[in-house]
């Protein structure tokens, strides 16, 4: 008489543990949900410091993550910018950066100076903090509340035409970026590229 056994599988190291992550916009949408899935990274997840412009707002996000720290203020505003990475009081290891307002068209549609701010505004942040890695997450329509605003009443229409054109016949949420910016934090190899997360989308139109 045999008996078989199920092969045990090492469990993974949880690869943001005892790091500290901090996100700039990160009281809503993308920024949020990239706090939250490292914050529960294993038992023992990531430090998060959280940043926004909404106070309140940011109080709950803080709350609901257990945070280390927050800081109400407008990430476009240098002064604060600068004085909020000086008064950090331990070193970090990551830097996600979503404040801002998205411009959707495709870059060869733009000019040249509005090339340089879509690209190099959510740069220069980490460059200024160098050495580290910098890499760039180039979404397209993502479902949160600031497309919500953006789009009003043309919210729904625009989710039904990506759900019936995308290639992965979904709309891309906040998760779907929260994943693959989790992702590059822990891939020590992944510096200087862009990611493009859209759906599909840039094969399409």
């Given at each position: ?123 220069v942040l ?19 509340p600031l ?59």
């Amino acid at each position: 008489m045999s008996s078989s056994t199920t092969p045990v599988l090492p469990q993974r190291e949880p690869e943001l543990a005892g790091q500290t992550v901090v996100v700039i916009g990160g009281s809503a949408g993308i920024g949020l949900e990239t706090a939250r899935r490292a914050r529960a990274e294993g038992a023992e997840g990531a430090e998060v410091i959280l940043t926004g412009r909404d106070a309140d707002r940011l109080k709950q996000a803080a709350l609901e993550l257990g945070a280390r720290r927050t800081a109400a203020f407008d990430a476009n505003n240098a002064a604060c910018l600068e004085t909020f990475f000086q008064d950090l009081p331990t070193p970090i290891d990551h830097v996600l950066a979503t404040a801002g307002s998205p411009r959707y068209g495709p870059l060869l549609e733009m000019d040249a100076a509005q090339v340089r701010q879509a690209v190099s505004e959510h740069l220069v942040l980490a460059l200024e903090l160098a050495p580290v890695r910098v890499n760039l997450i180039a979404a397209g329509f993502v479902d949160t509340p600031l497309s919500a605003s953006l789009l009003g009443d043309r919210l729904e229409e625009r989710r039904n035409e990506l759900r019936a054109t995308l290639p992965i016949g979904r709309v891309v949420g906040p998760a779907d970026v929260a994943a693959l910016a989790v992702h590059i934090m822990s891939n020590t190899a992944l510096t200087g590229a862009t990611y493009d997360i859209d759906g599909g989308q840039q094969f399409i139109w």
